[in-house]
C-alpha cells in the first residue's frame, strides 16, 4: 500500500515503489529494475521537484479550468442535476518518436485496408468470394447496411475518422485491440489535456520536444472538404450533433467552433428533392458535407429507424442521390465488428499484400465450435466481449469473476455463441498517475490515436490515453470509471533523422 | 448567416440574463429598503413584488422570504436562478457561436448560483450575494461586447436584452404611476427605491439633481436619450438591432419586425411627459408592452420559425 506522505515542503519522493509490482505489468516509465526510461527522464526529475501539494494544487487548477471550460457531463439526480468533469490526470504518459513511427505506419495500413475492405463488402464483395472472411460473419452483422451497396464513396473513404484502441502488454509492444470506425469520440479531450499539459508543465513541455496536436481541427475541416464533389468549389460542412443531452456533446461543439462550421441538430435541416438544407435566419441555405455524430440508426427516420428524432428524413436518399456526403459513411460498423476483428491480418494481407505491422490480440471466436469448447474451458483466464456492444458493457473478465458470473456467463454464452468473443486477459501498460492528489502510482493504461482519412490518410501525433482509475482495473471506459491524461509523441532526435 | 435555432437562444440568453440581472436589483433593492421600519420601506417592497407580478401582497410583509423565492426558486422559472440556468443552458447549445470569454463568465455565475452552498452563502451575505450577480452580468455583458463579432449573433443577443429592458421598465413604471393602481407611490425614500431597481439613481441625480419628483422620474424612464434604462433608449435599440438584421435579410417585400420596431421608436420619440400628464402613463406603458410581445412575434416569423414553403429555393 501507499504510505502516507510528510506534508511540508519536501520535494516528492519517488513514486511509492511499492505501488509498483514488478513483472505484473509493462510500465511505461520504469524499466526493470527500477531505471527510469529514458524519454521519461524531463518529466520525472520535474515530479521529483514538486511537493505533493503542489501537484495537488496543480491537479486542482486543472480541474477548475475543465469545470470553467464546460468540459463536463451532465448527471440527472432526483433533486438537482449537477455537473461533473471526466476525471482528468496531469501526469502525462510519453511516446518515443521511433516507437510512433511505427505506430503511424501500422494505424495508416490498418484504416487504408478496412476502407478497401468496406468498399468491397458494399461493391463487389470479392472477398467473400474468396472466402477470405466468412460471408455469414460479414452479411449478418447487425452493422452491415444493405442500403449502402454500390453506394458512390468519394475517394472510397468510408471512415474518414476512425480512433483505434491500441494496448501494450507485457511484453512491451503495441497491438491493437480494436478499431472504431463509426462515430469514435474523445478527440477534444486529446486537446484539452493537452492544453492543460502545456500550463501545468510548461518547462518541461519546452525542453521535452513534443509534436503538436493543435492541427487535429483544420486536417479534419480539409478531410472533410476533401469529400466534397469537386463541382462545389466551396463546400459546406456541418457537424451533426444529437443535441445537448450527448454526452459527446461538449466534443461536437468545440470541434465546430474550432472548424468554424455550424453545429447542426436533425431539426436544423431539410430536405427538398433531395438536397440538404440547414434553416438559417436568412432562409434555407444547402449542405455539402456533414460530419455526423450520430449513430448509423439515427441518422434517417425514413431509410433506418422510424423512432428517430434526432436525423433528417430523406438524407440518406440524398447521399444516395450524391448531392450530400455523410462522413463517417453509414454501415463503417461492419469493419470494426469484434467478429470481424479477428480477419483484420487477413484483411490486410488479401488487399495489400503485406502483414500487418501493428498485430492484433489473439482473438477466439465462439461460433466456431472447437474455440468455443477452449473459451468455457478457460473461462478464468479470458476476456469475453459481445460483438455488438461497445464502451465495456456486456463484457465478463474472467480472472475479476466470481465463479457464480463466470457460470452465469457460460450459460449465456452457450445459448448464443455467434454473439461472442474471446480473447486472454493482457496486463495493460501501467503509466504513473497522481492519485487522491497525494500519491503517484501506477495505473493501466491505453492509447487512443486518431486517424483521419478522405483525399489522404494522416494520423495526429498524440493520442488520448484512457485510464483505468480503480487500481488494478483493467476497464478503460469513462462510462466503467475511466479517466483520461494527455499523450506526448516526442520528436526523434535531430541525429537520427539525418 | 446563421442557423435560426441559434438565433433562437442568442435571443433569449439575452431575455433571460436581462430579467436576472432586473430581478438581483429588485431583490437587492427591497431587502435594503426594508431595513428600516417605515413607510416607505412596505412600499418598496410592495413596488418590488408587484413589479414581478406577485398578486400576494402578504408577501411584502416578509421581504427576505420573498427575496430569497425570487433569488433561488428552483421550481419557478422565473426566478434569478432559474433563468441563469436558462441562459446557460441557452449558451451550451450554441457553445460554438460564443466565444470562450463570453461562455466562461455566464458558466461561472451558474455554477456559483447552483453550487450545494449558494442558499447559505445568500442567507449568510445577501446583499453581497447579489450584488456580485449583477457584477457578473455585467462582466458576460462587456465579454460579450469586447469579444464577440458584432455582426448577426451579438445582434440577437442585444435584441433579447433591449426587448426585455423595455418591458421590464414599463411593467416598474406602471406599478408605480399607472392610472388603474389605487396606490400612487409619492414617498420620496420609495421613489429613491425605484429609481435604484432601474439602476438610475445616480444618472438622475446628475441630470436633475436631488430633487426626487414623480414627474421628473417619469421623464427620465421613459424618455432621456442617452439612459440606457430608459424606454425611449431601449426601443431606439431595438429599431437599430432590427434594421440592422433586415439588410442582411432578402425582405421579399414584406412588413418585417423593423418596422413594427420603427413605429414604436416613434411613438416613445413624439411623446412627451407632459403630454402623460394629461392622459395617465398607461396607455403609453401598454403600448410598449403590446408593441414589444409583437415584436418578439414578428421576429419569430421571420427568423426563427418561418414557413419553409415562402423559402424554398426555386
Known amino acids: 500500500m501507499a504510505k502516507a506522505r510528510v506534508t511540508g515542503t519536501a520535494p516528492a519522493p519517488a513514486p511509492t515503489e511499492a505501488a509498483y509490482l514488478p513483472g505484473v505489468a509493462f510500465d511505461e516509465m520504469y524499466a526493470e529494475g527500477g531505471m527510469v526510461r529514458e524519454h521519461y527522464n524531463p518529466i520525472h526529475a520535474r515530479l521529483a521537484t514538486l511537493s505533493p501539494e503542489a501537484l495537488a494544487e496543480r491537479q486542482k487548477t486543472l480541474e477548475r479550468s475543465f469545470l470553467l471550460q464546460g468540459i463536463t457531463f451532465t448527471v440527472y439526480g432526483a433533486e438537482a442535476t449537477t455537473e461533473r468533469i471526466i476525471p482528468t490526470d496531469l501526469i502525462p504518459r510519453i511516446i518515443p518518436g521511433a516507437e510512433w513511427n511505427r505506430i503511424e505506419k501500422g494505424l495508416i495500413q490498418r484504416l487504408k485496408a478496412l476502407n478497401m475492405f468496406l468498399a468491397d463488402i458494399y461493391g463487389e464483395q470479392q472477398i467473400l468470394m474468396d472466402g477470405v472472411v466468412p460471408r455469414d460473419l460479414v452479411l449478418g452483422a447487425a452493422s452491415y447496411r444493405r442500403e449502402m451497396q454500390h453506394v458512390f464513396v468519394p475517394h472510397k473513404a468510408y471512415a474518414n475518422v476512425c480512433g483505434s484502441d491500441l494496448i501494450r502488454g507485457q511484453d512491451g509492444e503495441f497491438a491493437v485491440l480494436e478499431d472504431n470506425l463509426r462515430v469514435p469520440s474523445g478527440v477534444s479531450y486529446m486537446l484539452a489535456n493537452r492544453d492543460a499539459a502545456k500550463r501545468t508543465f510548461p518547462g518541461t513541455f519546452r525542453i521535452a520536444n513534443v509534436r503538436p496536436v493543435e492541427r487535429y481541427p483544420d486536417l479534419l475541416l480539409a478531410t472533410l472538404k476533401s469529400m466534397a464533389a469537386e463541382w462545389r468549389p466551396n463546400p459546406q460542412v456541418a457537424v451533426l450533433t444529437p443535441g445537448v443531452y450527448n454526452s459527446a456533446y461538449y466534443e461536437h461543439a468545440y470541434l465546430a467552433r474550432l472548424m468554424g462550421v455550424p453545429l447542426v441538430e436533425g431539426r436544423d435541416l431539410v430536405v427538398h428533392e433531395n438536397q440538404v438544407y440547414m434553416r438559417t435566419t436568412t432562409g434555407l441555405r444547402r449542405i455539402d458535407v456533414i460530419y455526423r455524430r450520430v449513430d448509423d440508426d439515427f441518422i434517417d427516420p425514413l431509410t433506418f429507424r422510424r423512432d428517430s428524432g434526432l436525423g433528417v428524413a430523406g438524407l440518406f436518399n440524398a447521399y444516395r442521390a450524391g448531392n450530400v456526403v455523410i462522413c463517417n459513411a453509414p454501415g463503417t460498423g461492419v469493419a470494426d465488428d469484434k467478429a470481424v476483428y479477428a480477419y483484420v491480418p487477413d484483411i490486410i494481407r488479401y488487399y495489400l499484400d503485406e502483414d500487418a505491422i501493428l498485430p492484433n490480440i489473439e482473438t477466439f471466436l465462439c461460433r466456431e465450435p472447437a474455440q468455443l469448447s477452449h473459451v468455457l474451458a478457460n473461462l478464468d483466464k479470458l476476456v469475453v466481449k459481445a460483438v455488438g456492444a461497445s464502451g465495456g458493457y456486456g463484457m465478463l473478465v474472467g480472472p475479476h469473476a466470481s465463479q457464480k458470473e463466470r457460470d452465469e456467463f457460460a450459460t449465456v454464452l452457450r445459448a448464443d455463441p455467434g454473439n461472442y468473443i474471446a480473447q486472454p486477459t493482457i496486463q495493460l501498460s501501467t503509466a504513473p498517475c497522481l492519485i487522491d492528489g497525494a500519491n503517484i502510482e501506477p495505473r493501466h493504461v491505453d492509447l487512443r490515436p486518431f486517424i483521419l482519412s478522405g483525399e489522404k490518410t494522416v494520423v495526429t501525433p498524440g493520442a488520448l490515453t484512457r485510464v483505468a482509475l480503480r487500481r488494478g482495473s483493467l476497464v478503460v471506459n469513462s462510462s466503467q470509471g475511466g479517466g483520461s491524461k494527455d499523450t506526448w509523441v516526442l520528436s526523434e532526435p535531430r541525429s537520427a533523422k539525418s | ?314
Open chain 2, 1 to 314: 448567416m446563421m442557423l435560426a435555432r441559434v438565433a433562437d437562444s442568442l435571443y433569449w440568453i439575452g431575455r433571460y440574463v436581462e430579467r436576472a440581472e432586473h430581478l438581483s436589483r429588485l431583490s437587492d433593492v427591497m431587502l435594503n429598503a426594508t431595513l428600516d421600519q417605515t413607510d416607505a420601506a412596505a412600499q418598496a417592497a410592495y413596488i418590488a413584488l408587484s413589479a414581478v407580478g406577485d398578486r400576494d401582497q402578504a408577501r411584502a410583509a416578509k421581504p427576505y422570504e420573498a427575496a430569497l423565492a425570487l433569488v433561488m426558486d428552483r421550481k419557478d422559472p422565473n426566478s434569478v436562478l432559474m433563468s441563469l440556468a436558462l441562459a446557460r443552458e441557452n449558451a451550451r447549445q450554441v457553445r460554438d457561436q460564443i466565444t470562450t470569454e463570453t461562455w466562461e463568465r455566464l458558466n461561472l455565475l451558474f455554477l456559483k448560483v447552483t453550487a450545494d452552498d449558494a442558499p447559505q452563502e445568500f442567507e449568510r451575505q445577501s446583499s453581497a450575494f447579489l450584488h456580485d450577480i449583477i457584477a457578473d452580468l455585467h462582466l458576460f455583458k462587456g465579454a460579450a461586447d469586447a469579444t464577440m463579432s458584432h455582426g448577426e449573433g451579438w445582434r440577437f443577443l442585444l435584441l433579447g436584452v433591449h426587448i426585455e429592458r423595455a418591458q421590464l421598465i414599463a411593467r416598474l413604471l406602471e406599478v408605480c404611476f399607472g392610472d388603474t393602481r389605487g396606490r400612487r407611490v409619492t414617498d420620496r425614500l420609495a421613489l429613491m427605491s425605484l429609481l435604484r431597481m432601474a439602476c438610475a439613481l445616480e444618472p438622475y441625480l446628475r441630470q436633475y439633481t436631488a430633487e426626487i419628483e414623480p414627474r421628473y422620474i417619469l421623464d427620465f424612464l421613459l424618455f432621456d436619450e442617452d439612459f440606457p434604462r430608459s424606454i425611449r433608449f431601449a426601443t431606439a435599440r431595438i429599431e437599430e438591432d432590427l434594421t440592422s438584421l433586415a439588410r442582411r435579410m432578402d425582405s421579399h417585400g414584406r412588413a418585417g419586425p423593423e418596422r413594427l420596431a420603427g413605429r414604436l421608436k416613434a411613438r416613445l420619440q413624439f411623446a412627451d411627459v407632459e403630454e402623460l400628464e394629461a392622459t395617465g402613463a398607461s396607455g403609453l406603458l401598454a403600448t410598449v408592452t403590446t408593441e414589444c410581445a409583437r415584436i418578439h412575434e414578428a421576429i419569430y416569423e421571420t427568423f426563427v420559425a418561418y414557413p419553409l414553403e415562402l423559402r424554398l429555393p426555386a
